[in-house]
Antibody, heavy 119, light 107 residues
């Protein structure tokens, strides 16, 4: 059974970098059928797509965040990571990682991790 | 960006009721539409993909329909575990976008 787990700091200071890692177990990340994505959800609000990455490093970013984000993959560790730069309080959210089937839907999700931006 | 609008934003229903939720895109997205269920404090779960295909393990009381710009998620007989928030999501083009959600609560 595929399992995804987010990890990283729960508190980040304004103007600093939010860094999260998603560890994938139960299957290899190396696949042309699947990509791997990040989604976030501010407290009490809806879902926002951040970006996706394929095992070969090809990325697709949300233009609203593209200037501040970087997503990378390490297939040797079966992990992918998110960096969000110059954060503000508006970046406070639960961050989810997920598997993306055929560039279409998020079929498996991590449990999510709350990241607060505060001094 | 493609905007996804769900209606209603919330509804009250009883166990056994037939429930329908609508999702409308501001342009045609063919059948590039997925539905998710989210319970408080939990990650969303995929229910339906490509508008009408049931994800593995999802009960058959859930169904999806529609194409173009108008889509519907139907729960044929609401069960206690179905009280949750439901989101639609389009994958016709990036950025991938979600609807604002529909909260299904107990009457």
């Amino acid at each position: 059974q595929l399992h995804l787990q987010e990890s990283g700091p729960g508190l980040v200071k304004p103007s600093e970098t939010l860094s999260l890692t998603c560890s994938v177990s139960g299957d290899s990340m190396i696949s042309s059928t699947y990509s791997w994505g990040w989604i976030r959800q501010p407290p009490g609000k809806g879902l926002e797509w951040i970006g996706n990455i394929y095992y070969n490093g090809n990325t697709f970013y949300n233009p609203s965040l593209e200037s501040r984000i970087s997503i990378s993959v390490d297939t040797s560790k079966n992990q992918f990571s998110l960096n969000l730069y110059s954060v503000t309080a508006a970046d406070t959210a639960v961050y989810y990682c997920a598997r993306v089937w055929s560039s279409s839907c998020f079929d498996y999700w991590g449990q999510g991790t709350l990241v607060a931006v505060s001094s | 960006d493609i905007q996804m609008t769900q209606s209603p934003s919330s509804l009250s229903a009883s166990v056994g009721d037939r429930v329908s939720i609508t999702c409308r895109a501001n342009q045609s997205i063919s059948t590039y539409l997925s539905w998710y269920q989210q319970k408080p404090g939990k990650a969303p779960k995929l229910l339906i993909y490509v508008a009408s295909s049931l994800h593995s393990g999802v009960p058959s009381r859930f169904s999806g329909s529609g194409s173009g710009a108008d889509f519907t998620l139907t729960i044929s007989s609401l069960q206690p575990e179905d009280f949750a928030t439901y989101y639609c999501q389009q994958s016709f083009s990036t950025p991938l976008t979600f609807g604002g959600g529909t909260r299904v609560q107990s009457k």
